[in-house]
């Protein structure tokens, strides 16, 4: 992309939008996840860059004045090592902004917490959870725009340590020899149990299983259809399903449960 383009200037008076940038793919970060950013945080301007060289590109070709506009660069987790690696330059290239590693995995969070112990300035990298129902990311993204820095209090608490499977060895009982079958259904049994899915999270699929496009879900509930898009995209995550026809499914088989919660 031409990464100047980024740069758009605000039609009233040409002042330079403050700009935030998500830096990954668009199956990490999707054309409905910029659009939601972007309607709901109207200071500033939202874009996607696909790769950690398109930075260096504005380093290059871009003024002092536009790179200090950048206020905001949030990182997909798959960049994580790349992004640490020369992270101290990316501070001297856009000293006005604040970086975020966007992550769906725990275990990559808790590893740049582990890489901070050796990197200090490292530590002035929030974490962004992108598994979260709509509302509450929309509460995070906004306090990283306001300067904040946010780590989940979950992931303050030291992960316990796993026991060896070593210890195990000699102590396994019958049980453990059980067809990897019904340890499958288990799982799968105790995945449905653990499902949370918000009230608002629950009148979208409840209305998206009664068969009604998002236009007319949004009007329902008086939200935009991009916030439609994205509670489905977060609720289905939760459901571990893939498609509006699979959570529907879900929905009448758990309807009773779903009721009661």
């Known amino acids: 992309m031409n990464v100047e383009s980024i740069f758009i200037q605000e039609p009233k008076n040409g002042a330079q939008k403050i700009i935030g940038i998500f830096l990954g793919s668009p199956l990490c970060f999707s054309d409905t996840i910029l659009k939601i950013a972007d309607g709901e945080i109207n200071c500033m301007q ?5 790769d950690i060289s398109d930075l260096e590109q504005i380093r290059h070709t871009a003024s002092v ?3 200090g ?6 990182i997909d ?16 290239n856009f000293p006005n902004a ?3 590693l966007a992550f769906r995995q725990h275990q990559n969070a808790r590893h740049l917490m582990t890489l901070a112990t ?21 509460s995070i993204l906004r306090l990283l725009v306001c300067g904040e820095h946010y780590v989940p209090s979950e992931l303050m608490v030291p992960q316990q340590q796993e026991v060896p499977a070593a210890s195990h060895e000699h102590s396994r009982s019958p049980a453990s020899d059980a067809p990897k079958e019904h340890s499958a259904n288990n799982d799968a049994m105790e995945h449905h149990q653990s499902v949370h899915l918000t009230e608002r999270e629950i009148q979208v699929l409840r209305s998206a299983a009664e068969g009604k496009p998002n236009k007319i879900i949004a009007e329902e509930l008086r939200l ?7 509670h489905m995209h977060h609720l289905m995550a939760k459901l571990g399903v893939h498609n509006r026809t699979e959570a529907a499914i879900w929905f009448f088989d758990h309807q009773h449960e779903v009721a009661g919660s």
């Open 77 to 92: 987790e798959s960049m994580l090592e790349a992004v640490c690696k020369d992270f101290s330059e990316l501070q001297n």
């Open 65 to 67: 004045e536009q790179r």
């Open 118 to 138: 050796e990197q200090s300035e490292l530590r002035q990298v929030s974490l962004l959870p992108m598994h979260l129902e709509v509302d509450r990311w929309l």
């Open 98 to 100: 604040q970086f975020a």
């Open 69 to 74: 506009s950048i206020r905001n660069i949030l």
């Open 224 to 230: 935009s259809p991009h916030t439609i898009k994205l």
């Open 46 to 50: 939202f874009t996607r860059l696909e």
